[in-house]
């Protein structure tokens, strides 16, 4: 098994979170500090109540990550779920921005996250002399690889560790939780208004040949 087809096991494994992670990700268009009444709630999404529009709002409006670690985070997330011929990367899926609401959304992932970005800038600047995204790409996999396998990993990598498990995690959250990446698992959910009768394989199963009208 290749790391995207065990990221797709992970994918799997999360996508009912992750789908109402994206859920609550669509954005309002609302400008600021208009009230969302309950008929433009249901006009927008039935499932949505006012208060959580307005909480979707409020978070939109914040930033925690600055520049420099959006950047880092974008790097990180395309070489763990890069572009292949099947599908876009993780940043064509949108992901970074997925984890910048994230942890405003879950505040318990502000502090591991921006620490880890720190140690892994300080592994790098140790090494290289450089920041982990102004490193060369095979500096990149070289660090990666050196917290990407826990039960390799030595003990001074540790943190390292605990921080890229939590990225992979939410990486293939983002991703397989995105359209782009639904399509790639081949995840196709509920057709409205469209019925094709029961497959032959499960009548044949219940010793059935035809469905009766």
């Given amino acids: 098994m290749n790391r995207r087809e065990s990221l797709r096991t992970i994918g799997i494994g999360t996508l009912a979170t992750g789908l109402l992670l994206d859920a609550s990700c669509k954005t309002d268009t609302k400008k600021q500090g208009e009230v969302t009444t309950p008929q433009e709630t249901a006009a ?16 939109n409006a914040e930033k925690f990550f600055n520049e420099h670690e959006m950047k880092t985070i974008t790097v990180l997330v395309d070489i763990i779920i890069p572009k292949d011929d099947k599908s876009g990367s993780a940043s064509d899926a949108k992901v970074p921005d997925f984890i910048e609401f994230i942890v405003k959304d879950m505040p318990e992932h502000q502090t591991p996250l921006r620490g880890g970005l720190r140690w892994l800038d300080l592994q790098c600047l140790n090494r290289y002399n450089n920041t982990f995204r102004e490193a060369s790409a095979q500096q990149q996999l070289d660090i990666v690889t050196l917290i990407a396998y826990p039960k390799k990993a030595t003990p001074d990598m540790a943190q390292g560790v605990s921080f890229f498990n939590r990225m992979r995690d939410l990486t293939a959250t983002g991703f397989f939780s995105s359209q782009m ?15 094709e009768g029961v497959p032959a394989d499960v009548l044949k199963s219940h010793g059935f040949d035809t469905v009766w009208g």
Avoid: H, S
């Fill in 44 to 59: 927008v999404d039935p499932a949505r109540t006012p208060y959580e529009l307005e909480r979707e709002k409020k978070l």
């Fill in 181 to 195: 990446g639904m399509k790639d698992i081949g995840y196709v959910g509920n057709a409205p208004n469209k019925w």
